[in-house]
């Protein structure tokens, strides 16, 4: 696997990268640019936010910043360890609960704990940025489907971060199959780092800023 061009953007992904942040081959490309990251946890701003997918820690860097406490949860032990090398770096371990496993397995664990939820959910590798259209339904081992609907029996205040080659028409059917008629508790949000965009970010619930 060719990295570099993801090395050549560590300190869009890490800000304190030369100060020993640690990452694997995976997380070079799943690790949401710091930048995004950041705002992402200003909207998300809580007492309990359950990072469900917590990969090598950037978000959840980043939610410990503006929230009290932060439920990290990641199903490889490794990256796990990352996730905590990593929040040490910036220090803001002692804010994060690190949890190894599967988030969708310990729900009925969480109910009544998390006032948000934030969802980054393996998109099937580098390969899919080659992909001119993202199929939602092909994410692995988890469709975002799945992924948002599960979230929303913990709480109606979920984000989830999608691929920029994710479809209008991908989108507009993901928001009628979790909002129903009630479009107002959707909004979809394209983050941009300079003018290139980079990632999709779909709020529910109080999540969704007031336009009016």
């Not at 701003?45 to 959840?60: E, H, I, K, L, P």
């Not at 496993?101 to 899919?128: K, N, Q, R, T």
Request: glycine fraction near 6%; proline fraction near 4%; aromatic fraction near 12%.
């Amino acid at each position: 696997m060719d990295l570099e061009k993801y090395y050549w953007q560590r300190y869009r992904l890490f800000s304190r990268y030369d100060e020993g942040v640690l990452l694997d081959d995976e997380s070079w490309f799943s690790v949401t640019p710091e930048k995004i990251a950041e705002h992402i946890a200003d909207r998300l701003s809580c007492d309990v936010v359950v990072d469900a997918f917590a990969g090598a820690g950037g978000n959840t860097i980043q939610f410990a910043r503006t929230c009290k406490h932060v439920v990290a949860i990641e199903n490889n032990e490794k990256r796990l360890q990352l996730a905590v090398h990593n929040a040490s770096i910036y220090e803001v371990e002692n804010s994060v609960e690190f949890i190894l496993g599967d988030a969708f397995e310990m729900m009925h664990a969480l109910a009544g704990i998390a006032d948000a939820v934030f969802l980054s959910p393996p998109w099937g590798g580098p390969c899919y940025a080659d992909e001119k259209l993202f199929d939602l339904s092909a994410m692995k081992p988890y469709s975002a489907l799945f992924v948002v609907s599960r979230a929303l029996e913990l709480t109606p205040n979920v984000a989830i971060l999608l691929p920029k080659t994710t479809t209008e028409k991908q989108i507009l059917r993901f928001l009628k199959l979790n909002c129903g008629n009630a479009p107002d508790l959707c909004e979809v949000e394209y983050n941009y780092l300079g003018s290139r965009l980079k990632t999709i970010t779909v709020y529910f619930g109080n999540l969704v800023r007031d336009t009016f």
